[in-house]
């Protein structure tokens, strides 16, 4: 019995059993950003007996969005002062009520406050989850156990619209808020993260917790060694009032992952990737594909059952790819499909020429290559990049900044299309900015593959420069 059971005692099953209840959690954000592509449809049909026009479909749309910013600040403030673990608990109480909201709503306020509630659990969640798998995983497992949050995003996208497919938008909203109950039930047996109970100075408690997580080997030990005494370092530093600590933002142990980072969220949220989840049923519409071979519908659900597969397949990729060519990979992948998507369109979208399987085979191209690589690197390298006395504060501005940026991609999306006059302007701009934004960071982007946390926080020490922050590539 013991041999068939030691695997529960193996430190790689610690730490996906750990990584399991931030995972699913983040499940529940996928399926805030992509409900209103099932929602929407269903409040402009003419049966419904809530009605809204234009403006109203693109505040609901963008309102979950809204206050992720505020949510995310939140929760870097609060993973620092409760804990990893305990805010990843807590984010679950407003996602429950935010999803029976909207499932009990009688008019659209009651769904705008609903989809607010939802917004501020996902923007508790932006900081500490990716954090808090890097601070428990060993770095060769690291990545793909970060990626598999976005894999998380992508299923909980499709989930919803696939529910959205069969049942109404209340019932489908009712199942979202069922969801995050017995998730919270497993994380009360995982332990909080060692980092944190090392800054709470619980040595004992860290040491137990990591130990627990990655075992007594030598490498688990020399790491474990090098948390405390840095701790310690940090501990034993004079405190610094207000203006100090703002003046210590100048480290560029502080300024330049923070600005990778938020360049590498920009080109990810430039693809378009939310834009596509909040408005799927109107894209595919406008490429030409109602009513040809598939219903808009069932379009969506197979280009989210494609997504799915290719997050899946970017947490293989990770172990074969550097971060730096899977970026690459990524980022241009998508240029290359959403030219070639508006190309076709612009010349045969409204010719005998015209077949829609190649419209959808373009589509879902450029939806592979956004699940790929942008989106779960964002999330896999903010968990990565800050050092251990920025972390807090490094998590939270970048993720404000991602979801800033989430929020203009979902309210701008509708406005775009009128202003262009067409779905090919949106998809060219989301081209020309994701190729920008890709540029850049082929100058800039560091390599973090296998590498301990300590070793990639060193290599941004004054003097050393961003640039040499990219070798061992």
């Known amino acids: 019995m013991k041999t068939i059971f030691g695997f529960l005692d193996k430190p790689w099953f610690k730490q996906i059993l750990v990584a399991a209840g931030p995972i699913a959690i983040t499940c529940g954000l996928g399926m805030t950003e992509g409900y209103s592509a099932i929602?929407?449809?269903?409040?402009?049909?003419?049966?419904?007996?809530?009605k809204i026009d234009t403006q109203l479909s693109s505040l609901i749309a963008s309102m979950s969005a809204l206050p992720m910013a505020?949510?995310?600040?939140?929760?870097?403030?609060?993973?620092?002062?409760?804990?990893?673990?305990?805010?990843?608990?807590?984010?679950?109480?407003?996602?429950?009520?935010?999803?029976?909201?909207?499932a009990l709503a009688p008019n659209t306020l009651i769904i705008l406050i609903g989809r607010f509630l939802?917004?501020?659990?996902?923007?508790?969640?932006?900081?500490?989850t990716g954090v808090y798998i890097a601070e428990t995983s060993h770095p060769n497992a690291r990545g793909v156990l970060i990626m598999s949050t976005c894999v998380a995003i992508t299923a909980g996208v499709f989930g919803v619209?696939?529910?959205?497919?069969?049942?109404?938008?209340?019932?489908?909203?009712?199942?979202?808020?069922?969801?995050?109950?017995?998730?919270?039930?497993?994380?009360?047996?995982?332990?909080?993260?060692?980092?944190?109970?090392?800054?709470?100075?619980?040595?004992?408690?860290?040491?137990?917790?990591?130990?627990?997580?990655?075992?007594?080997s030598r490498e688990s030990r020399k790491e474990l060694e090098e948390l405390i005494e840095r701790q310690k370092n940090l501990d034993d530093a004079p405190k610094l009032c207000l203006l100090d600590q703002l003046k210590n933002l100048r480290d560029p142990k502080f300024w330049k992952p923070t600005l990778i980072i938020s360049v590498l969220f920009f080109t990810a949220q430039a693809t378009g990737s939310n834009a596509v989840a909040s408005y799927s049923i109107k894209i595919i519409q406008e490429c030409g594909l109602k009513g040809e071979i598939f219903d808009e519908y069932l379009a969506m659900v197979?280009?989210?059952?494609?997504?799915?597969?290719?997050s899946i397949l970017s947490c293989v990729l990770v172990f074969k790819m550097t971060r730096r060519n899977l970026m690459k990979l990524s980022g241009f992948g998508v240029c290359i499909s959403v030219f070639l998507l508006c190309l076709y369109l612009h010349f045969f979208g409204k010719s005998i020429q015209y077949h829609p399987l190649v419209v959808l085979a373009l589509l879902m191209s450029?939806?592979?290559?956004?699940?790929?690589?942008?989106?779960?690197?964002?999330?896999?390298?903010?968990?990565?990049?800050?050092?251990?006395?920025?972390?807090?504060?490094?998590?939270?501005?970048?993720?404000?900044?991602?979801?800033?940026?989430?929020?203009?991609?979902?309210q701008t999306f509708p406005h775009f299309f009128e202003f262009f006059g067409s779905i090919i302007g949106n998809l060219g701009l989301y081209g020309v900015c994701t190729l920008v934004g890709t540029?850049?960071?082929?100058?800039?982007?560091?390599e973090t593959k296998d590498k301990p946390l300590y070793e990639i926080e060193d290599s941004f020490v004054s003097g050393k420069g961003t640039r040499n922050a990219v070798k061992d590539t």
């Open 161 to 216: 619209h696939l529910l959205g497919t069969f049942f109404t938008w209340r019932i489908t909203a009712l199942i979202s808020g069922l969801i995050p109950i017995p998730i919270v039930v497993l994380m009360f047996f995982v332990p909080e993260s060692p980092t944190y109970l090392a800054k709470k100075g619980q040595v004992d408690a860290a040491t137990k917790a990591f130990y627990w997580c990655r075992g007594e």
């Open 39 to 50: 929602l929407l449809p269903q409040l402009q049909h003419e049966n419904s007996t809530i």
């Open 366 to 410: 450029y939806v592979f290559f956004i699940a790929v690589g942008m989106i779960p690197l964002s999330w896999t390298m903010m968990g990565e990049i800050f050092p251990l006395a920025y972390r807090g504060v490094g998590t939270a501005i970048t993720s404000l900044v991602c979801y800033v940026f989430l929020y203009l991609a979902v």
């Open 118 to 128: 939802t917004g501020v659990s996902d923007g508790l969640l932006g900081p500490p």
């Open 439 to 446: 540029l850049v960071l082929v100058a800039y982007l560091p």
């Open 302 to 310: 197979f280009m989210d059952s494609f997504r799915v597969l290719a």
């Open 70 to 102: 505020g949510g995310c600040l939140l929760g870097g403030f609060f993973m620092e002062k409760i804990g990893r673990r305990a805010i990843h608990i807590w984010s679950c109480l407003p996602l429950t009520l935010g999803w029976f909201l909207i």
